[in-house]
C-alpha cells in the first residue's frame, strides 16, 4: 500500500508542466494561503498581462547548428549557477508547505540554482544557510524603520554566507491585494528574522505577544523615507554587493548603477504592487540599454516556461527569477515539487535552445525573438 508522502511525490513527479504543479498546489493548500500566494493587486491587470506578455514573442530559429552539448550555465555576479532562472524572494513559505524556504532553497542548491530569501520568510537566515550549505544564495531585504535591526540583518546574510545584498525598492506602501481583503483573513504568520535567538519576537511595532507576526503590520514599520540617499549607507554596512530589485524605468536603472548597484532586477513584484505596472518583459529592453554593460540586468514576472526565460534572455536579461511556480510546487509536493519545477523548467530551457540553433546562454540574440504577428 502506498503512504500518502508516496502519493504525493509520485504525482509531482508526473506533473509535466508547471501548470499541472499549480493545479496540484490548488487542490493542497489552504484557500486563505492559495489567494496569498496567487493574488495581485486589485484589478489584477499587471498579474494577468505577466501570463500573456511573452506569448508576444516568437522565435526566429537558426538550422543545422551542431547543438549536441546545450550549456545553461552563467554566472550570477560572479557565481556559476547551472540555470539563468532563479527563486524569486517570496515571503512567509511555510503558508504552502510547513518545510517552507528549507525545501526552496534545498531543491534550488540541488538544481544548482540561485535561491533569493525574503526578508520576511517563514524559516530564519541562518536555518536557509545550514539546509543549504553549498547553494548560492541571495538575501533579499526590506529597510525596517528600526535602522538597527536592518544593519543587523544584513550583517546576519553576510555571515550566513549569502552573496548579495537583493534590496526591494517596489513596496513604499503596500500593495492593495482585494483577494486577501475579501477573506478578512489577517496573515498571521511565524516569521524566522524576527525571532531573536532566545524566542523573544523581535522587530518593533510588529511584535505580537504569541510570537506570531502579522505580514501587513510588519511591512507597515518599513522606512517610509528610503531614497536613493540611503544606498550609501546600505552598501557601507557591508562588502558584498547589492541588487536593486523591482526597477521598471531606465532613469530609475541609471540611477541605480550611479549609486553603486551591481545588478538591477526588472520587476513589478509579480503584480502584487502598483496595478497596471508595465511588464519587466516590455521594460528590459530599455533598461539594458540604459545600464550599457555596466551592471548585470535580471527580470522577473510570469515566467512558467524554460522558453519564457529564453526570451527574456533574448532581450538582454542576464537571468530570469521566478516566485509563485516554486512556491506552487512547494505546496504541490515539499521539497520534491520544488525540484520537479526545476526539472520541468530547465528540460524546457534545454529544449528550445537546442530548437533555436543555440548552444550556449552567450549566443542567445536579439534576432533570435520577433514580435508576434498582430
Ligand atoms: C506570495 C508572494 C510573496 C512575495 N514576497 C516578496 C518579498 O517578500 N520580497 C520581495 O522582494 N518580493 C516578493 N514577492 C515578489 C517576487 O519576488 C517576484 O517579484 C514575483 O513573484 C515575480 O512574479 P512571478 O510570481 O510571476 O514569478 C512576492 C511574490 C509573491 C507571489
Known amino acids: 500500500m502506498t503512504s500518502r508522502a508516496d502519493r504525493v511525490i509520485d504525482e509531482v513527479?508526473?506533473?509535466?508542466?508547471?501548470?499541472?504543479?499549480?493545479?496540484?498546489?490548488e487542490q493542497r493548500m489552504t484557500p486563505e494561503a492559495w489567494d496569498y500566494v496567487a493574488g495581485g493587486a486589485e484589478d489584477e491587470v499587471t498579474l494577468g498581462e505577466s501570463l500573456t506578455?511573452?506569448?508576444?514573442?516568437?522565435?526566429v530559429p537558426r538550422v543545422l547548428v551542431d547543438i549536441s552539448g546545450v550549456d545553461t550555465r552563467t554566472t550570477l555576479l560572479g557565481r556559476e549557477v547551472a540555470v539563468p532562472i532563479g527563486v524569486a524572494p517570496v515571503a512567509a513559505q511555510a503558508l504552502a508547505h510547513p518545510d517552507g524556504e528549507i525545501a526552496t532553497s534545498r531543491a534550488a542548491a540541488a538544481s544548482g540554482a540561485m535561491f533569493c530569501l525574503s526578508t520576511v520568510s517563514s524559516r530564519s537566515i541562518e536555518e536557509v544557510a545550514a539546509a543549504a550549505p553549498s547553494g548560492p544564495r541571495w538575501f533579499q531585504l526590506y529597510v525596517n524603520e528600526d535602522r538597527r535591526f536592518t544593519r543587523r540583518l544584513i550583517e546576519r546574510a553576510e555571515a550566513a554566507g549569502y552573496d548579495a545584498i537583493v534590496l526591494t525598492v517596489d513596496l513604499p506602501v503596500l500593495g492593495y491585494r482585494e483577494?486577501?481583503?475579501?477573506?478578512?483573513?489577517?496573515l498571521d504568520v511565524s516569521l524566522g528574522n524576527f525571532v531573536a535567538p532566545d524566542g523573544a519576537a523581535a522587530a518593533g511595532e510588529a511584535r505580537q505577544t504569541d510570537g506570531e507576526v502579522d505580514l501587513d503590520r510588519l511591512l507597515d514599520t518599513r522606512h517610509l523615507g528610503l531614497s536613493w540617499d540611503d544606498l550609501a549607507g546600505i552598501r557601507a554596512a557591508t562588502s558584498l554587493p547589492l541588487v536593486i530589485k523591482g526597477v521598471l524605468h531606465p532613469d530609475d536603472a541609471r540611477l541605480a548603477v550611479e549609486h553603486g548597484a551591481a545588478a538591477v532586477w526588472v520587476s513589478n513584484h509579480g503584480g502584487r504592487q502598483l496595478d497596471r505596472a508595465v511588464q519587466a518583459l516590455h521594460a528590459v529592453e530599455a533598461v539594458v540599454a540604459a545600464v550599457d554593460g555596466r551592471a548585470e540586468v535580471y527580470l522577473d514576472g510570469g515566467v512558467r516556461r524554460g522558453s519564457d526565460a529564453l526570451i527574456a534572455i533574448a532581450l538582454g536579461a542576464r537571468a530570469v527569477f521566478t516566485g509563485r511556480p516554486f512556491v506552487f510546487g512547494l505546496g504541490a509536493g515539499g521539497e520534491a515539487g520544488v525540484g520537479r519545477a526545476f526539472d520541468i523548467l530547465r528540460e524546457e530551457l534545454e529544449r528550445a535552445m537546442a530548437l533555436l540553433g543555440t548552444r550556449t546562454l552567450a549566443e542567445v540574440r536579439r534576432e533570435h525573438v520577433a514580435a508576434a504577428a498582430p
Open 13 to 25: 513527479t508526473t506533473a509535466i508542466s508547471i501548470a499541472d504543479l499549480v493545479r496540484l498546489a
Open 53 to 59: 506578455a511573452f506569448r508576444r514573442y516568437r522565435f
Open 179 to 186: 483577494r486577501e481583503k475579501r477573506r478578512g483573513w489577517e
